[in-house]
C-alpha cells in the first residue's frame, strides 16, 4: 500500500491539430525504444545485446501472495541463460513500496531509455497496488538502467493524479519515441478510463537522486469509440521518424466485447487521435514487407456470438504501413487490412472456436531474411483430447507482406519441444521473439503461465539460418532464476 501522492506535478496541454509542411525529423538514435520496431530492444547495461524481462505477478514474496515479482536474464554472444540473471520485486532496495498481497507487480511491462542515458530502463506495472484508502487504484515503477544492469536503485513510482477503486492503473504500458523535443523516451500509461504520457526531464534525472519530478499529459483516450484498453504497441508506421502509439482493447458500452484499437500519429507537435481500426485487444509492430514503414498486427481471439465474421478461433489482422497517416485502413492510403486466420490456405491448424489464436503476439526478424515474422499465440488450442494445452504459430514476412509459405506451428506433442500437452497449460499465452545474442535471427519465447499448477514455465526455441527450430529448444520457471516458483504465473507477461 502506498501513500496518496503523485510524482507527476506538471501538466503539458495536449496539442490535437496537425500541422501540413514540416518537415520530418531525423530519427532519434541511440534510444532503444524508440522509431521503428526493429530499433527497440530491452538493453538494461547498455552492452548492445537484447536482455528478457518477464513477469511473474502471482509471485509470492516475503510471505505476500501475489505481490509479484519480475526476472531480468542478460543478453551476451552465447544469448540468455539462467546464470546470469536477477530477481526484483517491491522487497528490493530501491523499488518503491513494500511487496503485499494481491499487488501483481509485474502484470504489465515495458522498456524504453526514459532518461536518454544510453541504458534502457524498465517500467513494471502492479495494477493491484493499494494507494491509500484506495483499493487497487494500481501505480507502476521505473527501474533505472546501468553499467550494472537493473539494480532497484532510486527506483521511482508513478500513480494517477486521482487514485480511483478499481482503476488499475499501469494496465497497459508503453515506451517510445514520440517527440523530437525529448531526449529520451515517453512512457504511455492506461488505466480502465485513461491515457496519459510521461516524460523525464533528462539532464535533471541524471544529476540527482532520486528524480525530480516528471511532466505529463493526459491524452484523450480513446473518443472514436469506448475502448477498454488491454495493451499497446509502438511503431513508426508513416516513416516520419517518430514512433506512433496503439491502444487496443476490447469495446465497453452497448456492444462491448469486441476487438478495436485507437492510432495516435506521432507529429512534431506530439501524439494526437487520428482513428480506431478493427482488431484487438493484441497488438505488435514491426516491418513485414521490408519497405521502410513499420505495419500493424492486431490478434482478436475472442469476439461476441453475433454470427459476425470475428466469431471464430481467433483473427489476426495486419495493416501495412505507409507513406502518409500511419497504418492503414479502408478509408487511408494503401490497402486496408488482411485477416488471417487458422483456415487461412498454408496456415498449420484448423479454426475452432475457443482456440483464443492471435491471443499474443511479437514480430521480429527470425531467419534474417530483412523482413519480420510473425509470432502468434494460441493458448486455448486443444492438443487431441487435452483441452486448452495451447500452441504457438510462426508465419514469415517477405516482399508482398505476411505470407503462409514456410508457416510453422508447435505444441508440446511436437518433436524436441520439452513436457507434454496438459490440460489448462495455456500454453503461448505470451510470445515473444527475442535476438539476445545478437546475430540477425530472432528465437522465440513461448510462455505458459498455467503450467505446473499456476507456477509457470518459458520454453525457448531457437533461431537458426531457417528461423525458429524446436531442436535445441528448452524451459525455465521462476525458481531457474532465483524467484519463489510456487503459484507464480511465471511469464504472464514478457516486455515485447
Not at 471464430?312 to 507513406?323: E, I, L, P, T
Request: glycine residues 20%; charged residues 20%; contains cysteine.
Amino acid at each position: 500500500m502506498r501513500t496518496n501522492r503523485s510524482a507527476a506535478v506538471v501538466a503539458a496541454a495536449c496539442l490535437l491539430t496537425a500541422v501540413a509542411g514540416i518537415a520530418a525529423p531525423a530519427a532519434h538514435a541511440g534510444t532503444p525504444g524508440g522509431t521503428h520496431a526493429n530499433d527497440r530492444n530491452s538493453d538494461f547495461d547498455g552492452d548492445g545485446y537484447d536482455d528478457v524481462l518477464t513477469g511473474a505477478p502471482g509471485g509470492t514474496v516475503g510471505g505476500k501472495k501475489g505481490a509479484g515479482y519480475v526476472t531480468v536474464q542478460y543478453g551476451s554472444p552465447t544469448g540468455t541463460g539462467t546464470a546470469r540473471a536477477a530477481v526484483l520485486s517491491q522487497n528490493t532496495a530501491g523499488v518503491p513500496g513494500a511487496a503485499e498481497a494481491g499487488d501483481g507487480f509485474g502484470r504489465a511491462l515495458a522498456t524504453g531509455d526514459l532518461d536518454g542515458d544510453g541504458y534502457d530502463d524498465a517500467v513494471v506495472g502492479v495494477p493491484g497496488e493499494d494507494v491509500e484508502p484506495v483499493t487497487d487504484a494500481g501505480g507502476a515503477v521505473v527501474l533505472w538502467g546501468s553499467a550494472k544492469g537493473l539494480t532497484g536503485a532510486a527506483g521511482d513510482w508513478l500513480q494517477a493524479d486521482a487514485p480511483t477503486a478499481g482503476a488499475r492503473f499501469a494496465g497497459a504500458l508503453a515506451a517510445a519515441h514520440f517527440s523530437p523535443d525529448i531526449p529520451g523516451d515517453q512512457l504511455a500509461v492506461t488505466d480502465h478510463d485513461d491515457l496519459t504520457l510521461y516524460q523525464y526531464d533528462a539532464a535533471a534525472r541524471r544529476a540527482s537522486a532520486p528524480p525530480p519530478p516528471l511532466s505529463h499529459q493526459r491524452l484523450p483516450g480513446t473518443p472514436g469509440r469506448p475502448i477498454l484498453p488491454g495493451a499497446m504497441t509502438t511503431g513508426d508506421y508513416d516513416g516520419n521518424g517518430l514512433a506512433d502509439l496503439v491502444v487496443s482493447g476490447v469495446t465497453g458500452g452497448d456492444e462491448p466485447g469486441y476487438g478495436w484499437s485507437a492510432l495516435f500519429l506521432a507529429e512534431v507537435q506530439g501524439l494526437r487521435y487520428d482513428r480506431d481500426l478493427r482488431g484487438g485487444p493484441a497488438v505488435a509492430s514491426g516491418d513485414i514487407n521490408g519497405d521502410g514503414y513499420d505495419d500493424l498486427v492486431t490478434g482478436e481471439p475472442s469476439s461476441p456470438d453475433d454470427g459476425g465474421e470475428f466469431v471464430n478461433g481467433g483473427v489476426v489482422g495486419v495493416y501495412y504501413g505507409s507513406a502518409g497517416d500511419g497504418p492503414v485502413g479502408a478509408e487511408g492510403p494503401g490497402t486496408p487490412p488482411v485477416w488471417w486466420t487458422q483456415d487461412t490456405a498454408g496456415v498449420p491448424g484448423t479454426d475452432e472456436r475457443g482456440d483464443n489464436w492471435g491471443a499474443d503476439l511479437s514480430v521480429a526478424d527470425t531467419d534474417g531474411d530483412g523482413y519480420a515474422d510473425v509470432a502468434i499465440g494460441a493458448p486455448g488450442e486443444d492438443i487431441g483430447a487435452v483441452a486448452d494445452a495451447g500452441a504457438v504459430w510462426v508465419l514469415r514476412g517477405a516482399a508482398d507482406g505476411l505470407t503462409a509459405a514456410a508457416a510453422a506451428s508447435w505444441d508440446q506433442d511436437s518433436g524436441n519441444v520439452p513436457g507434454v500437452p496438459e490440460k489448462g497449460d495455456r500454453w503461448g499465452g505470451q510470445v515473444r521473439l527475442s535476438d539476445p545474442d545478437k546475430d540477425g535471427r530472432s528465437g522465440l519465447l513461448a510462455a505458459a503461465p498455467g503450467e505446473d499448477a499456476g507456477n509457470g514455465v518459458v520454453w525457448v526455441l531457437p533461431a537458426g539460418p531457417g528461423g525458429v527450430t524446436a531442436a535445441g529448444s528448452w524451459t525455465y520457471d521462476g525458481g531457474s532464476l532465483g524467484g519463489p516458483a510456487a503459484g507464480a504465473a511465471f511469464g504472464a507477461a514478457i516486455d515485447e
